[in-house]
């Protein structure tokens, strides 16, 4: 028997084709309507349905365009009929007229702030304030339960409902008073504007409050369009939120991809949820997101675990987070408990380590990559960000420092994220002395004193001098790597070293390196040299997509490397590919497919391909390297978990590695476990892995079993 929700899933696609089919009957005409209220009305249970679907699950079940017409006849019947249309029809999320200023609304109840915990001590703590608050309620052996949520890095809002319908929106303001801007969340389709019939009888009145935000990928090409238009674009999804739902012109908030999430009930004049995990699942009942990522728990240690997880694992999802909220479950104990001043008793949240901070911007340098990429780089007083000294930080190109009009001497605020190396997000304007100094990019490489130019459509410059020193250092420094050739002993000291002194010239030179040629070179004795040489030697049995990262293509790293091998047998075929059949394989796009062909069409690095060949060096594909099916993989149906930081891989390609080999990784240990992959300053994930009795695989035993080593 089917479940319920699949139940209305079959009914509402049965009415879908229905109507679409009443459309392509009599669409283009407007005819059949004999009876138009109930069409309209249909229209419109069907359309709050895929909104849902789409905006609230993620999983649409028609098509954009099927979407498009089923919403062009609504509005098409609303127009023909003036009288049918309601504020809650999906049409009406287009915005007004421009107000002069926000209405003051008066919250029924403060929405109030919480108090904070920095560690698992201040959990701890708060824990056993509840625990002692709740003395005369539970026994000493009874388990106090809470929900913890994920705290979405947004704007707070209280949306109250009369009759099922949205009659009011309010920022949080001081707590107490805050801002009306229903008509701006009128726009936003994650929030219903009328609600879904619920198992009980809604109150007559409540409050849903929640957090309005923008997702990382939506606000990214916000961001590139506004860049486009020529506009000033904004600093994270946060402020982009919060510009967009405070327009006076409604019509601009409705043109913004922001989102929503509910997280609890406010004032209510009837029944409401017991515990704060039912009451997620009442409000998700009545049509509202609620993030999915809330667990109930009845163990301290299991929520501890549960915030540790979520502080490694944030950049996984798709919105910011800055920390856990953790909630007493029962709505009883929460009135038990009451609140202080200013924050609830019953609720903390429980901080991530910052990711921001603001320094002072010293000098802005630049540096010659392994392609010729002239970037710039901030050099910055020393500043501690998520346990981490930084004190160089990146500025990505010209346009980015002028655009946000970065000067060396500036207060600036650095960001770190994740696997993202730490970037100057911009400049703190109002600390300006007056003494700062703008910046441009040089005429010249600074290695090699060529003019370097700037090619159409690119946005960084570029030495073209074939014969530039850094470039080289740089290519030598890649090649030798643990993501390429992974020669053991060639660090980036040695590469300037070995360039430098001209022993090695091309990466070929490499191979024709005797002892006596490093005997000469500073640092170097009998052994450390033999040492050496045996890398370089075990370096020649490298599997082929390591030779292609090494060779230091641009666009070309170990997933396009990767693909690459599993479309052709050896270098040699790759070089005589067009750009038309390279730009076939799946994951190889026209701009790579293009370098990977121009890249072959120069002379030298033809010759250099053969040279490594004819010195031994493996230019042909190994039988683990052949594309195999998720079934064929020794990996597929294996459970993963990463912890700690890889040096080879980012975390979404440690994944897409696995993930094509018919794995799959979870965000934290459990009983299906098969293995955890540590990389450097391992979380609590590492202790749980041994306590459970899991493989725990280092970065170098990770890369061999994706090797098929």
């Not at 090699?448 to 090619?455: A, N, P, V």
């Amino acid at each position: 028997m089917n479940s319920p929700v699949a139940q209305r899933t079959d009914e509402m696609l049965s009415r879908t084709r229905e109507l679409l089919s009443h459309i392509e009957a009599n669409g283009a005409s407007g005819t059949l309507f004999s009876d138009p209220e109930t069409l309209v009305a249909n229209l419109r249970d069907v359309i709050r349905f895929h909104d849902r679907r789409y905006y609230v699950k993620d999983d649409p079940v028609i098509t954009d365009g099927e979407y498009d017409r089923l919403f062009a006849y609504l509005q098409q019947l609303e127009d023909a009929r003036p009288e049918l249309r309601d504020d809650t029809s999906p049409t009406q999320r287009v915005g007004g007229a421009p107000l002069d200023a926000f209405e003051k609304v008066r919250h029924p109840e403060p929405l109030l702030s919480l108090s904070n915990a920095f560690d698992a001590e201040d959990l701890a703590a708060w824990y056993d304030r509840c625990r002692r608050g709740l003395s005369g309620h539970l026994e000493a052996d009874d388990p106090l339960p809470v929900s913890a949520e994920l705290k979405i890095d947004g704007l707070a809002v209280a949306l109250t409902y009369r009759s099922g319908r949205l009659i009011t929106a309010a920022t949080r303001g001081d707590g107490r008073v805050g801002e009306n801007i229903t008509r701006n969340v009128r726009t936003i389709r994650s929030i219903p504007l009328k609600l879904e019939d619920s198992d009980r009888d809604m109150p007559e009145q409540f409050e849903v409050r929640g957090e309005v935000f923008m997702r990382r990928s939506r606000f990214e090409a916000f961001n590139k369009a506004l860049e486009e238009r020529g506009e000033k674009p904004f600093a994270n999804p946060r402020n982009a939120a919060a510009g967009s739902l405070r327009q006076l012109d409604p019509t601009v908030t409705a043109e913004r991809p922001l989102d929503f999430f509910a997280y609890g009930v406010g004032p209510s004049n009837g029944w409401i949820p017991e515990s704060q995990h039912q009451t997620l699942k009442w409000l998700s009942d009545l049509g509202f997101p609620v993030g999915g990522k809330a667990e109930y728990f009845e163990s301290l240690d299991a929520l501890q675990e549960f915030c540790e997880r979520w502080a490694e694992d944030r950049d996984s999802l798709d919105y910011e987070i800055d920390g856990v909220v953790v909630k007493v479950d029962s709505v009883e104990y929460q009135r038990v408990l009451g609140t202080i001043s200013n924050a609830p008793r019953w609720a903390v949240a429980y901080k991530f380590p910052a990711r921001e901070a603001t320094t002072t911007l010293t000098d802005i340098i630049v540096n010659v990559g392994r392609t010729g990429a002239i970037k710039p780089e901030a050099v910055l007083a020393p500043v501690h960000i998520g346990g981490v000294t930084v004190s160089q930080a990146t500025l990505h190109n010209a346009d980015y420092i002028s655009d946000r009009d970065i000067r060396i001497g500036d207060t600036v605020v650095v960001k770190r994220a994740g696997d993202v190396i730490p970037q100057v997000v911009r400049p703190v304007v109002d600390a300006r002395s007056g003494e700062e100094q703008e910046w441009s990019m040089p005429d010249v490489c600074p290695s090699c004193g060529s003019e370097i130019i700037r090619l159409p459509d690119e946005a960084d410059y570029f030495c073209v001098a074939s014969d530039c020193p850094a470039q080289f250092i740089r290519l030598l420094e890649h090649f030798a790597s643990r993501s390429a050739m992974d020669i053991e002993g060639l660090g980036s000291k040695l590469a300037v070293l070995l360039a430098e002194e001209g022993v090695v010239s091309t990466l070929a030179d490499l191979y024709r390196l005797t002892v006596d040629d490093l005997l000469q070179l500073e640092g170097f004795a009998q052994k450390k040299a033999e040492n050496l040489l045996d890398g370089i030697e075990a370096s020649k049995e490298q599997p082929l997509h390591r030779l292609i990262t090494g060779l230091g293509i641009r666009h070309v790293g170990r997933d396009a490397a990767m693909r690459l091998v599993h479309n052709y047998e050896s270098l040699q075929e790759i070089s005589e590919a067009g750009r038309e059949e390279l730009e076939m394989i799946d994951g190889i796009g026209p701009v790579t497919a293009e370098s990977v062909h121009d890249w072959f069409e120069i002379e030298e690095n033809v010759q250099l391909v053969e040279e490594l060949r004819h010195l031994g060096v493996n230019t042909k594909r190994l039988a683990q390297e052949a594309p195999v099916t998720a079934s064929e993989s020794p990996i597929a149906g294996a459970t993963f978990v990463l912890t700690g930081s890889l040096e080879r891989f980012t975390r979404k390609e440690a994944k897409q590695e696995i993930e094509q080999r018919g794995g799959k990784v979870t965000g934290s240990v459990s009983g299906n476990t098969d293995f955890l992959v540590r990389g450097e300053n391992p979380g609590s994930k590492l202790q749980a892995a041994e306590d459970r009795g899991v493989t725990v695989l280092s970065e170098e035993d990770f890369v061999a079993l994706l090797d098929g080593s």
